[in-house]
């Protein structure tokens, strides 16, 4: 009885389910030629966020002009950064429940070798034209303390001396001949 007298009062008082806030939202969509506003989660937000920032920097093979004269570098010039090392780990601190077990890495520190620094003969690339391949690969590792921490139901903590080993390659192309690229 209660529910039908409320559905009676709200339909007589005016308001409707497409009004107020949505319908403002709608509307201001269609004037801005965009969606409604649509929430989040910032866990998605992250890993979107994430994405994009792996392919702006680490998942484009770059083409380089040729750089002539007997001073020209032919060995490689850019070590991986820390970010794309720590990136190329295995991500085993993702996942945690909070309280019941969370893992992070303290005292951070890495090394970078080079392994191998090779230059192709020149050759024919699509889309790319006459090239050298130039293989530029880094032995990195990285040396932390993982800790492991739970508070429920038995509190806990223990760290561990652990290391890792990530292999990263900085192949490119250069252009063997022909006018400077775009």
């Known amino acids: 009885m209660c ?19 949505i319908n403002t939202a709608f509307v201001l969509a269609r004037f801005w030629e965009t969606t409604p506003i649509i929430p989040v989660n910032p866990y998605w937000s992250q890993k979107i966020e994430d994405k994009y920032w792996d392919e ?19 060995f490689c010039l850019d070590p991986p950064s820390p970010d ?3 990136r190329a780990l295995p991500d085993n601190t993702a996942g945690g429940v909070w309280f019941l077990s969370e893992t992070c890495r303290n005292n951070v520190r890495m090394t970078v070798e080079p392994i191998v620094d090779r230059l192709d003969d020149c050759r024919f690339y699509p889309m790319v034209g006459p ?6 690969h880094y032995k990195c590792t990285v040396y932390y303390d993982e800790t492991i921490r739970s508070t429920w139901p038995i509190p806990f903590t223990h760290t ?23």
């Open 3 to 21: 529910v039908l007298l409320a559905g009676l009062a709200v339909s007589n008082s005016g308001c409707t389910l497409y009004g107020g806030f």
């Open 56 to 74: 702006e920097r680490y998942d484009k093979v770059p083409v380089l002009d040729p750089v002539e004269g007997e001073n020209a570098p032919i």
């Open 84 to 86: 794309e090392v720590m």
């Open 131 to 136: 090239a050298r391949l130039h293989h530029c």
């Open 160 to 182: 561990d001396a652990t290391e890792e080993v990530v292999y990263i390659d900085h192949d490119h192309l250069i252009r063997c001949a022909g006018p400077a690229s775009e």
